[in-house]
């Protein structure tokens, strides 16, 4: 079983930030790429960023320049560092983990964090 505990999600004024975390333990193999996604009040998840083994990122347009993903591989912790928030960024947000596991294709969600930005 593999569980993903998310943290660092809050209240914060517009154009402040904060810094979300995931770790991921259990029963992994290997984690080939992890990701942040986000759904608001009324709309569809869609991705935030996403880091794969290597360190290759990739964003959502309304976030580039303002978020940074990173992982920690040793940790199997994954980060996503928020600045200049904007309160269209409230959302509940979820960690992503996709990989392998001694029982194949392993793709976990965490409980999400709720993030609230105040203009």
């Known amino acids: 079983q593999v569980q993903l505990v998310e943290s660092g999600g809050g209240l914060v004024q517009a154009g402040g930030s904060l810094r979300l975390s995931c770790a991921a333990s259990g029963n992994i193999l290997t984690i080939n790429t992890m990701g942040w996604y986000r759904q608001a009040p009324g709309k569809q998840r869609e991705l935030v960023a996403i880091?794969?083994?290597?360190?290759?990122?990739n964003y959502a347009d309304s976030v580039k320049g303002r978020f940074t993903i990173s992982r920690d591989n040793a940790k199997n912790t994954l980060f996503l560092q928020m600045n200049s928030l904007k309160p269209e960024d409230t959302a509940v947000y979820y960690c992503?983990?996709?990989?392998?596991?001694?029982?194949?294709?392993?793709?976990?969600w965490g409980q999400g964090t709720l993030v609230t930005v105040s203009s």
């Open positions: 992503n983990i996709r990989g392998v596991n001694y029982s194949g294709y392993l793709e976990v």
């Open positions: 880091i794969i083994t290597g360190g290759s990122t």
